[in-house]
C-alpha cells in the first residue's frame, strides 16, 4: 500500500464523520503515511464501544525482514508446496530448498538479490555471524552457504530479531518459531453495560484508546447515546452515573488486571485521545488541568506503558474538521501505534503462520466471520497438517485473541472475527436502551423484562432486532446464549430464559442504604476486599452468574414501595435466596470490596455463614478466570462498617458466643478503609470500641515491628478474645486451620496460607488474626521478617509466635504439621 493509497484512506475515514470509527480505520490501514513500516504478519483487531461497528485490517508493507520474506514466500505458493517448506529443521536448509527450486520470482527475488549482494561485497564477518547465530548453524553445502548470506544480510539490514528457538510443546517437532507481531486496540467509550462484559473478550490487549471530550470536565457525568448502523441516534443522550474520571479509573483498572500474553510482566499500554478540540472553550478546566488530573489517574501504570505527547498525557485533536495543527497530531499518534509494532512479538509456529495466512483468505474472500470446523479441516487438509496440529493451531490463536475458539460450547465453529460474538452484545445493549426509552411499540411482558430485570430470552434474540447477528447453523441464537453462559456473562433461569446482570441498571449510592438489611437482623456483614485500587469491570456481575448457574441461588424477588424493578437486583447490588435453605444474601458492590449481608436464623449461622463464604471466593475467583484477570482476587473478612467515631453496641450472642454489632444508621456504608476494620470476640459485657490495626502496605514497618509486651493485660491468656466460627475461612492447598478452644468447643480461628519452599514459609496475608495482643498476621510476618534476612522456618515461626504469647496458634500449626506428616 502506497502513503498515497493511505492518505487517500485516511481522508475518506475522517471525511464520512465518524469517529471514533473512522480514527482506528485510519490507524489501522494509514500507518504508511507517518513513514514507518509495518510488515504483513501484522494483524489489527480493533474492538469498539456499542456505537462503533468492528473494523479489522491488514497492513501491507514492503518487505525487510527474513520473517516477512517468508510469508511472502508462503502466500507465493501453493498452500502444499509451501506446507513443504515446514519439513525442514532449520531455516538454511529452508532456504536451499527455495533457492534450488527456483522459487524467488518478482519482488521477492529483487530483495534477496540486492542482499545477497550486500552480504558478500559489504557484510563484515561479525554482521554475518549474527545474523546466522539469529537463525540457526548451517549444514556447509554450496546451497546452504548461498542461504546463510541471505539470512545474515536480510538480519543485518533491517535489524530485525528473525531468531529461531526451538520448542518441544509445539505440533511439529523442532519447527521454526517466528514472531508474530499483534496490535489489538480496543475503544474506551461505551455504556457502563458494555464495560462489564467487554473484558471477556478483550484478552491480550496490547493499546487501550482512552477517549475524553475536552469540551467536558472530568469530573462531569459522561453522556451517552447510542446510534444505529446509519448514524442516526434512537436513544436520547442522557448523563451516566459515572464521571468521565470515574470511567477512566475503572477502564484503567479493568485493563490493569488483565495479563499481556508474549510479555512477561507488561501491561496493556494507554493512549488518551482528547476530541472536540475546537469546543474546549465551552469547558472552564484547561487542557493543563486534564493532563494534571489524568496524570494522577493514571499512577498505577507503570510509565513506559503510558503513551505520552512530549510532557503531555493527552492527544488533542478535532477529528470531524481537522485542521493542519490536527494533521500532525494525527501523524504523531500513527507514529506512537508503529513503535509499538514490536512491543508484543509472540514466538509461532510457521505452520499456524500458513493456517493463518490461508483461513483468514478464504473468509475475507467468503465474507466469513465465522468459520465452520469442515472448512477448517479442509484448509488443513491442503495443507496436509493433522488435527493434532489443527487443534493445537486453534488453541494458539485463541489464546493470543486473533481467533475465538470454545470447543465445550461450539465445537463446530470458530470465530475467525472474535468482535462478532461482542456485537450479539452490543445489539442487547441497544434494545435495551431502546425498550427502556418506550421506542418499540407492542413488546411483549418477557421482553419488557429485559429492561427491568436483564432477562434475555432466545426468543428476544431471534427478532428483526438481532438480524445480522448470527450464522445459521453456525452462531445462532442459542449458541451465543451457551457461549455467555460459559463466560459467565449470563446466568439461565430457565430452559429459554437468562438473566444477563450487566443488563441491569444501577442504584445510585445515596439510595444504597435502603437495601442493606435492617440493623435488627444482627448480622455483621461480610467484606470481600480486593488488593488493587478498585474492583475490576465484570468481576460483580460474573459473581453474580456464578452464585446463580453455578449454586443455583435465585433473585428473592421483594418489592419496594412502587418501584418498578423488585428490591436489590441491580448491576451494583442483587438479593439471593439459597436454593434450599431459608437464608438471603445481598451482595453490594462498591469500588474496593463486595458487602455481603446475611439474613438467616441465628442458630444456622456458624454452619451457613463458612458455606456462603467459600461459595462466594469461589464465584469470584471464577469470575475472575473467565475475564483473565491476574489480579482481582479478593481477601475476607468479617468486619463492621461503622466509621471509627460511631459508637459499636455489642450485644452477646449465646448461641456462638459472638458480639454482633448492631449499626446505628450512621454511615451504614461508610468509606470503609483497612484501618478501620473492627473484629468482633466474645466478651463479658457490651463494651465500644474504635479501629485498629491497620494493613495499609503505605505505612511505614517500625510502627508495627515492636510487638506489646507479653505482660500486658491484654496479652493475658485467660483474657484473650477468640474469634468466632463464623472467621475460618476457605481451606487451600497447604493451608493450616487456626482453631481456638472456647470452653468445651473448639472454635475455627481462621486459615494460615502458607507458601511452602524447601521446608521455609512465608505467611501469605488474607486474612487478619487480632488475638490478645491485636496483632495481625502480615504485622507477624513482617515483624519476623525484620529479625533477619533468612527465610522463616516453620519452627521459627512457631517459636516466634510463642515468644510473643501466641502459644495457641502456636500449637495448632505444630499439631497440624504432626498430623500431616502422618
Known amino acids: 500500500m502506497t502513503p498515497e493509497k493511505a492518505k487517500q484512506i485516511l481522508d475518506a475515514a475522517l471525511q464520512d464523520g465518524s469517529f471514533p470509527l473512522g480514527f482506528l480505520k485510519s490507524m489501522a490501514v494509514g500507518?504508511?503515511?507517518?513513514?514507518?513500516?509495518?510488515?504483513?504478519?501484522?494483524?489489527?483487531?480493533?474492538?469498539?464501544?456499542?456505537?462503533?461497528?468492528?473494523?479489522?485490517?491488514?497492513?501491507?508493507?514492503?518487505?525487510?525482514?527474513?520473517?516477512?520474506?517468508?510469508?511472502?514466500?508462503?502466500?507465493?505458493?501453493?498452500?502444499?508446496?509451501?506446507?513443504?517448506?515446514?519439513?525442514?529443521?532449520?531455516?538454511?536448509?529452508?532456504?536451499?530448498?527455495?533457492?534450488?527450486?527456483?522459487?524467488l520470482k518478482g519482488r521477492v527475488a529483487k530483495v534477496v538479490k540486492e542482499m545477497v549482494q550486500a552480504?558478500?561485497?559489504?557484510?563484515?564477518?561479525?554482521?554475518?555471524?549474527?545474523?546466522?547465530?539469529?537463525?540457526?548453524?548451517?549444514?556447509?553445502?554450496?546451497?546452504?552457504?548461498?542461504?546463510?548470506?541471505?539470512?545474515?544480510?536480510?538480519?543485518?539490514?533491517?535489524?530485525?530479531?528473525?531468531?529461531?528457538?526451538?520448542?518441544?510443546?509445539?505440533?511439529?517437532?523442532?519447527?521454526?518459531?517466528?514472531?508474530?507481531?499483534?496490535?489489538?486496540?480496543?475503544?474506551?467509550?461505551?455504556?457502563?453495560?458494555?464495560?462489564?462484559?467487554?473484558?471477556?473478550?478483550?484478552?491480550?490487549?496490547?493499546?487501550?484508546?482512552?477517549?475524553?471530550?475536552?469540551?467536558?470536565?472530568?469530573?462531569?457525568?459522561?453522556?451517552?447515546?447510542?446510534?444505529?448502523?446509519?448514524?442516526?441516534?434512537?436513544?436520547?443522550?442522557?448523563?451516566?452515573?459515572?464521571?468521565?474520571?470515574?470511567?477512566?479509573?475503572?477502564?484503567?483498572?479493568?485493563?490493569?488486571?488483565?495479563?499481556?500474553?508474549?510479555?512477561?510482566?507488561?501491561?496493556?499500554?494507554?493512549?488518551?485521545?482528547?476530541?472536540?478540540?475546537?469546543?474546549?472553550?465551552?469547558?472552564?478546566?484547561?487542557?493543563?488541568?486534564?493532563?494534571?488530573?489524568?496524570?494522577s489517574l493514571f499512577r498505577p501504570v507503570p510509565e513506559e506503558n503510558l503513551v505520552m505527547n512530549g510532557d503531555d498525557i493527552i492527544f488533542a485533536v478535532n477529528a470531524k474538521n481537522p485542521d493542519e495543527n490536527d494533521d500532525k497530531c494525527f501523524d504523531l499518534i500513527r507514529e506512537k501505534v508503529a513503535d509499538l509494532s514490536g512491543a508484543l512479538d509472540v514466538d509461532t509456529p510457521i505452520a499456524f503462520l500458513v493456517l493463518l495466512n490461508d483461513v483468514n483468505k478464504y473468509a475475507e474472500e467468503q465474507r466469513k466471520k465465522v468459520v465452520s470446523m469442515e472448512e477448517f479441516q479442509a484448509i488443513a487438509g491442503r495443507l496436509k497438517m493433522e488435527r493434532q496440529s489443527l487443534e493445537a493451531a486453534l488453541v494458539f490463536f485463541n489464546k493470543m485473541s486473533v481467533w475465538m475458539y470454545v470447543p465445550s460450547v461450539l465445537p463446530g465453529a470458530v470465530f475467525v472475527d472474535p468482535q462478532m460474538p461482542l456485537d450479539s452484545i452490543n445489539r442487547i445493549v441497544q434494545y435495551s436502551f431502546r425498550v427502556g426509552g418506550g421506542a418499540i411499540a407492542g413488546l411483549a411482558a418477557s421482553e419488557c423484562r429485559l429492561w427491568k430485570e436483564g432477562v434475555v430470552s432466545s426468543e428476544m434474540l431471534k427478532g428483526e432486532e438481532f438480524r445480522g447477528c448470527f450464522v445459521r447453523g453456525l452462531f445462532e441464537a442459542g449458541d451465543a446464549l451457551k457461549l455467555f453462559e460459559k463466560l459467565y456473562i449470563v446466568a439461565p433461569l430457565n430452559e429459554r430464559e437468562f438473566i444477563m446482570p450487566a443488563m441491569l441498571q444501577t442504584v445510585a449510592e445515596k439510595d444504597m442504604e435502603r437495601y442493606v438489611p435492617a440493623p435488627s437482623e444482627h448480622v455483621s456483614p461480610l467484606f470481600l476486599h480486593f488488593h488493587m485500587s478498585r474492583i475490576a469491570k465484570g468481576v460483580f456481575c460474573s459473581t453474580h452468574t456464578c452464585m446463580r448457574s453455578k449454586y443455583g441461588w435465585t433473585t428473592a424477588y421483594t418489592m419496594v414501595e412502587s418501584k418498578i424493578v423488585p428490591a436489590c437486583l441491580f448491576r451494583n447490588a442483587v438479593r439471593l435466596q439459597h436454593p434450599t435453605k431459608a437464608v438471603e444474601i445481598t451482595l453490594l458492590h462498591a469500588l474496593k470490596h463486595f458487602e455481603v449481608h446475611l439474613d438467616a436464623s441465628q442458630a444456622d449461622l456458624p454452619i451457613i455463614c463458612p458455606e456462603i463464604r467459600d461459595m462466594l471466593m469461589d464465584a469470584v475467583d471464577s469470575a475472575a478466570s473467565a475475564f483473565r484477570f491476574k489480579n482481582s482476587r479478593a481477601s475476607v473478612a468479617f468486619q463492621c462498617p461503622c466509621s471509627p467515631d460511631d459508637v459499636h453496641t455489642a450485644t452477646p450472642n449465646e448461641a456462638h458466643s459472638n458480639l454482633i454489632c448492631t449499626l446505628t444508621g450512621k454511615n451504614i456504608r461508610g468509606g470503609l478503609t483497612p484501618a478501620q476494620r473492627v473484629w468482633l470476640g466474645p466478651r463479658t459485657a457490651p463494651v465500644a470500641e474504635s479501629a485498629t490495626t491497620s494493613l495499609s502496605t503505605s505505612e511505614p514497618v517500625s510502627s508495627l515491628t515492636d510487638p506489646p509486651s507479653p505482660s500486658s493485660p491484654s496479652s493475658r491468656m485467660d483474657e484473650r478474645p477468640t474469634l468466632p466460627e463464623l472467621l475460618s475461612f476457605p481451606t487451600h492447598s497447604g493451608a493450616i486451620d487456626i482453631t481456638s478452644k472456647v470452653g468445651m468447643k473448639y472454635m475455627k480461628l481462621g486459615t494460615l496460607l502458607l507458601e511452602d519452599n524447601d521446608g521455609s514459609i512465608m505467611p501469605t496475608i488474607e486474612f487478619e488474626c487480632t488475638g490478645c495482643i491485636q496483632i495481625t498476621i502480615e504485622v507477624l510476618s513482617r515483624w519476623l521478617r525484620g529479625k533477619g534476612k533468612q527465610p522463616v522456618t516453620w519452627r521459627t515461626l512457631t517459636d516466634s509466635l510463642k515468644?510473643?504469647?501466641?502459644?495457641?496458634?502456636?500449637?495448632?500449626?505444630?499439631?497440624?504439621?504432626?498430623?500431616s506428616s502422618r
Open 31 to 103: 500507518v504508511a503515511r507517518s513513514g514507518k513500516t509495518l510488515s504483513k504478519n501484522h494483524v489489527f483487531k480493533i474492538k469498539c464501544d456499542p456505537n462503533c461497528s468492528v473494523s479489522t485490517g491488514v497492513c501491507e508493507a514492503p518487505i525487510l525482514a527474513f520473517r516477512q520474506l517468508t510469508l511472502e514466500l508462503i502466500k507465493a505458493l501453493p498452500s502444499a508446496e509451501g506446507f513443504e517448506l515446514l519439513k525442514y529443521e532449520d531455516i538454511n536448509q529452508f532456504l536451499a530448498y527455495v533457492v534450488r527450486k527456483g522459487l
Open 119 to 295: 552480504a558478500s561485497e559489504g557484510s563484515s564477518s561479525s554482521d554475518r555471524s549474527e545474523g546466522v547465530a539469529a537463525s540457526s548453524v548451517g549444514t556447509g553445502s554450496g546451497d546452504s552457504a548461498a542461504s546463510t548470506a541471505v539470512v545474515s544480510a536480510v538480519c543485518t539490514a533491517s535489524k530485525a530479531r528473525a531468531r529461531l528457538k526451538l520448542d518441544s510443546e509445539v505440533v511439529r517437532k523442532e519447527e521454526p518459531l517466528f514472531k508474530l507481531q499483534i496490535i489489538l486496540f480496543l475503544d474506551s467509550g461505551g455504556q457502563p453495560q458494555f464495560h462489564e462484559v467487554v473484558a471477556a473478550f478483550s484478552h491480550n490487549v496490547s493499546l487501550v484508546l482512552v477517549f475524553i471530550k475536552l469540551n467536558e470536565r472530568l469530573d462531569a457525568l459522561c453522556t451517552n447515546a447510542f446510534t444505529d448502523e446509519e448514524g442516526k441516534w434512537f436513544t436520547e443522550q442522557c448523563p451516566s452515573l459515572l464521571t468521565n474520571e470515574q470511567m477512566v479509573v475503572q477502564f484503567v483498572h479493568t485493563m490493569m488486571c488483565k495479563p499481556v500474553a508474549g510479555s512477561e510482566g507488561m501491561h496493556t499500554r494507554f493512549m488518551v485521545i482528547g476530541t472536540h478540540r475546537d469546543l474546549m472553550h465551552e469547558c472552564d478546566e484547561t487542557l493543563e488541568q486534564k493532563n494534571e488530573r489524568l496524570a
Open 803 to 819: 515468644s510473643i504469647g501466641l502459644s495457641p496458634l502456636a500449637s495448632s500449626i505444630e499439631h497440624s504439621l504432626t498430623s
